[in-house]
């Protein structure tokens, strides 16, 4: 299907969801996907699915649906329905918060000490280190390795981030490795077109 056709049924699930659930657009806009058509004639549906559970909304017509089942996992939580209703200013305060953090890890001492290890498991990085273990694989031993030698720099920032899982932590150390890797691509890409 054709890109225009596709932003012309998200307007409609846009619209849709907005006036039958209360989801605020600029959610569904960041956190709703194209999935595909099912059915054939007269029950033929669009589905939409959001993209951190995997959650459905089928659209037929102007009529959309949450899919509240789907195999054998329940979809639509009331936390995720709640999340989709979030107000602008809700919004922005998580947008914020995601901002504080995102310059707190760029900047602390853990992940200063660390940034060089981390973005070698990046085949995209200048320094990559061929045959190692995949990114999250190697934040997590990281992260690992210095919990068990009760490493200071990790538990500064573990308690200024609130957490000590390690899956948690392990993610917060590579949102800045994400970042730098996606602008070396761009730079390669604009250099492509010159």
């Not at 058509?37 to 017509?61: A, N, P």
């Amino acid at each position: 299907m054709n890109p225009a056709k596709i932003n012309q049924l998200f307007d409609i699930m846009r619209d849709a969801c907005a006036r039958q659930f209360g989801f605020n657009p600029r959610r569904i806009t960041a956190g709703i996907r194209y999935f595909g058509i099912e059915g054939h004639g007269k029950d033929l549906v669009h589905v939409f699915r959001t993209t951190g559970s995997h959650s459905q909304i089928m659209l037929k017509g102007t009529y959309a649906t949450l899919r509240e089942q789907h195999g054998d996992k329940p979809h639509w939580t009331e936390a995720e329905k709640a999340h989709f209703k979030s107000t602008d200013a809700e919004i922005d305060a998580e947008i914020a918060a995601k901002q504080a953090e995102l310059e707190y890890t760029r900047n602390s001492k853990l992940y200063l000490d660390h940034r060089e290890q981390l973005l070698s498991h990046y085949n995209d990085w200048p320094g990559y280190q061929a045959d190692g273990p995949h990114p999250r694989e190697a934040a997590r031993a990281l992260v690992a390795a210095l919990a068990d030698g009760h490493d200071e720099r990790l538990a500064e920032f573990s308690a200024h981030m609130g957490t000590d899982d390690p899956e948690h932590l392990a993610h917060l150390l590579l949102v800045p490795c994400h970042l730098e890797i996606e602008a070396i691509k761009d730079a390669a890409s604009a250099a492509g077109r010159k």
